[in-house]
């Protein structure tokens, strides 16, 4: 039984449908919800506003120091904040998509935002939170951790379906190219953490998804 308060981690790449889950599943259990991608992408719109050389890991490393990011944690209506502005829009841009990897591989970037991430998770009253180092870094001791999955063609059209991208192919390449350089890094590459459960919503609806992680949460709430 978990008295604590309870921690759900969603990890996997990107377009495998985490963010509609981790967001599905907060609702139906009256949780908190946090997106950690929403927070590496409004460090990468911060940065980009600064004019930070974002070739020179030093520079982000020192103009992250001082970006201030704040996250909404309703999972019906999440927010995000960046030095006073709210960037939800701006986040989703291609900009800030091309360059949201080589950000987050940078380590003083991600100690920050860990950092940051665990304060929200404490401060919760219960919370599923969705990223990539979720279950292995930022909450190891969560009691559900799911790595969610789904072949690279069905994360590509439900990518270009969220952003109105016609170009299906140029979608694929983007997905691909930040799947190699964020499984690749040295500072928490997106591996399946240890002790998740692999779904892989390749032929599942959004629905079914929720009702697989929603029975693993019941089984740590009461287990049998
Ligand atoms: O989930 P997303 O596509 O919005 O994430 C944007 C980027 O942020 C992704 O390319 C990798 C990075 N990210 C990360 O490194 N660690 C996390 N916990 C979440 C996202």
Redesign the pocket.
Known sequence: MVSTPLVVAV?GP??SG??STARGVATRLGLAYL???????AM?WALLERGTDLDDPAAIARDAEHVVIESGTDPQAPTIVADGVDVSGP?RSRRV?DH??P???VPRV?EL?VTL?RRYVEAADGIVV?????GS??APDAPVKVHLVADAAARAARRALETGDADAAATLESLAR?DR??ST?AA?P?TQAEGSVLIDGTHLTLEQVIDQVVTLVDAVRDPA
């Open positions: 990890d990107s377009g985490k963010s997106d950690t991608g929403a927070m590496y992408r990468t986040i998509t949201v990897s950000v987050s591989a991600r935002l991430q969705e990223g990539r180092d979720i870094v930022v930040r350089i964020d890094r928490s997106l």
